[in-house]
């Protein structure tokens, strides 16, 4: 009787082996694509300002960038550090110029300011050290291809500060990162 059961399960287990091997293999179902970068949230369209301010320091150049949630505006003032460079960064109606008062044209569906609290131009001798014209387009800058930028305008550079006018898409959120030698406002391309 003991034979008889081993005989049985033996066969019982080749006969699940046999019919195991003999189901045709199916193809592991395909991996779900890659889902695109997940774009950061959160940052808001409501003004930022940090009241430091830079002493001796002055900027030297602007510049931007592309990126797949955000275009990016980036200040350079070389010899600051992060904790040096004040700002204050909001939207506005209109972009008026300082000192003079007037209203700039800023292309785009909403204006974002950007003053730096660093001058353009040199504090010891007066000598320009950004080569921004009031109201003009920023020299060098291409907005050629950007998602959320339409236009950039310097306001000018006065009493150890410098105003800029950022023509964008629409009124959408943005952040302020202080960084050693560059103050950068990155401005996201949805909600």
């Not at 302020?176 to 391309?189: E, F, K, N, R, S």
């Amino acid at each position: 009787m003991v034979r008889s059961k081993t005989v049985w399960a033996t066969a019982l287990l080749l006969t699940a082996t046999l019919g195991a091997a003999a189901v045709p293999a199916v193809a592991a179902p395909a991996a779900a694509p890659r889902a695109a970068a997940a774009c950061p949230t959160g940052w808001g369209s409501l003004g930022r300002t940090s009241w430091a301010s830079t002493s001796g320091e002055y900027i030297t150049d602007v510049r931007t960038g592309r990126h797949d949630c955000y275009d990016r505006f980036v200040v350079d003032v070389p010899d600051a550090t992060a904790a040096q460079l004040g700002y204050s960064v909001h939207y506005v109606d209109r972009f008026i110029g300082d000192p003079s008062g007037e209203v700039i044209p800023v292309g785009g569906g909403a204006i974002l300011e950007v003053v730096v609290r660093a001058p353009a131009y040199d504090p010891d001798t007066g000598a320009a050290t950004y080569s921004g014209r009031t109201g003009q387009r920023l020299p060098g800058v291409d907005l050629t291809g950007y998602r959320t930028f339409r236009d950039t305008r310097f306001g000018g550079s006065f009493e150890g500060q410098t105003q800029f006018g950022l023509g964008v898409r629409a009124r959408l959120p943005f952040r302020v990162l202080q960084l050693d030698g560059h103050l950068v406002v990155d401005v996201a391309h949805t909600w």
